[in-house]
């Protein structure tokens, strides 16, 4: 009697011992059953962001692959989307904006979590790698959760209250902003978002430090220049070595992370003659509290 094909078989491994997973032996081309779906999920939410090996995706078998994380949604920047795939986008080192400058485009990056001027931004943040330098340009991760609750007392309360007052581009950085933002920006219709600047996990009740920085216009209560210092100040307790983790990226990772309990960073430490190119996609979230 012949025995069947070996069928690959997933595992889940940690990066660190805070922050960071990844999965191997799945194709996610493939029809993914329940239980096998709900541990790729729970291995996000359980580590903040997780890696997913050795994927072969067009933009439209990444977006299919997004959606066993949730329903998608938009990013808000229409600029740079994927020919045909319109909930995928793409990120590159070599886009331009309307005047023709790459620098602004690429090397104002700050910890951050997506889309925090609007009411719903996404749980989900995938990226995937389509080129990519010889070295360097990795996502810097950190776990928000774990920098939380490693807070001196006096300062966790201090900010337990605290809600942020989000926009497209705060003002404090509007001067080494991206143009076509600051457009965006002054033709935007709504009023500045309000969010905690803690947020509470829907799925576990962890509580998390969270907030775009460059979206930050203000800390209800604070000046717009204060507010920038005192979340630089806030970040430089909070994140430890530890909750950090940079992703350097290999073709075929696809890297998901929980922005419920993770803020982001993108990194501009690769040798710019050479081409830089993510799909990312963004899966739909809940007004946080
Ligand atoms: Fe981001």
């Known amino acids: 009697m012949s025995m069947p094909a070996e069928k690959q078989t997933l595992t889940i491994t940690k990066i660190k011992a805070h922050i960071g997973a990844e999965a191997r032996g799945i194709d996610l081309r493939e029809p993914v059953d329940e239980a096998t779906r709900q541990r790729l999920y729970d291995a996000v939410v359980d580590n903040v962001a997780l890696v997913i090996r050795d994927q072969t995706f067009t933009a439209a078998q990444f977006q299919a692959a997004g959606e066993l994380f949730g329903e ?16 995928v986008s793409t990120l590159s080192n070599r886009h331009k904006d309307s005047l023709g400058n790459q620098a602004k485009v690429n090397k104002t990056a700050t910890w951050h979590t997506d889309h925090t001027n609007q009411e719903f931004p996404p749980n989900f943040t995938s990226l995937y790698p389509v080129a990519l330098p010889d070295s360097g340009g990795g996502t810097g991760l950190c776990n928000m959760r774990a920098a939380y609750e490693a807070l001196p007392d006096e300062l966790r309360q ?50 998390a430090i969270w907030f775009h920085k460059s979206k930050t216009e203000r800390i209800l209560g604070m000046e717009p220049a204060e507010t920038q210092d005192f979340l630089t100040e806030l970040l430089e307790v909070a994140m430890r070595p530890e909750f950090t983790y940079v992703h350097e990226y290999t073709l075929g990772d696809m890297l998901i992370v929980d922005n419920r309990s993770a803020m982001h960073k993108a990194g501009f430490d690769f040798d710019h003659s050479q081409h830089r190119l993510l799909y990312r996609l963004l899966v739909r979230g809940e007004r946080p509290y």
């Open 72 to 87: 998608l949604m938009e990013d808000q920047n229409r600029r740079y989307l994927a020919p045909g795939v319109p909930l």
């Open 158 to 207: 201090r900010i337990d209250g605290m809600q942020t007052a989000n926009t497209l581009i705060s003002s404090a950085r509007a001067n080494i902003a991206n143009p076509d933002i600051l457009r965006d920006q002054q033709e935007a219709k709504a009023g500045p978002m309000i969010h905690p600047l803690v947020r509470t996990h829907p799925e576990r009740g962890t509580k």
